[in-house]
Nanobody
Framework: VQLQASGGGLVQAGGSLRLSCAAS????????TGWFRQAPGKEREFVAA????????YYGDFVKGRFIISRDNTKNTVYLQMNSLKPEDTAVYYC??????????????WGQGTLVTVSS
């Protein structure tokens, strides 16, 4: 299984980015896909997840309506639309696939991460 995260970059506070996670290697539509992030010196934290069917989504408390996770099973891709970005959103964002929601240990495959930098 391979997960390829992309879409990170440098953006000003208040701006938007859309991250993509392209998957290959197993039936994409059978697993939950999640996004986690890790800022320097901090633990990796849950950002968002979407159920295999795309009908149920979950978000970290800090998201507060700013991010939207979606998936296109025809393209084996999950997206994370991030709006109203803040400097504290600066982190490496990882996508992962598994059977969990918020627990890292429930995800068995991880992408390489994509860096998001939000300037003030």
């Amino acid at each position: 299984v391979q997960l390829q995260a992309s879409g990170g970059g440098l953006v000003q506070a208040g701006g938007s980015l859309r991250l993509s996670c392209a998957a290959s290697g197993r039936t994409f539509s059978s697993y939950t896909t999640g996004w986690f992030r890790q800022a320097p010196g901090k633990e990796r934290e849950f950002v968002a997840a979407i159920h295999s069917t795309g009908g149920v989504t979950y978000y970290g408390d800090f998201v507060k309506g700013r991010f939207i996770i979606s998936r296109d099973n025809t393209k084996n891709t999950v997206y994370l639309q991030m709006n109203s970005l803040k400097p504290e959103d600066t982190a490496v964002y990882y996508c992962a696939q598994g059977v969990g929601v918020r627990e890292r240990k429930k995800y068995d495959y991880w992408g390489q991460g994509t860096l998001v930098t939000v300037s003030s």
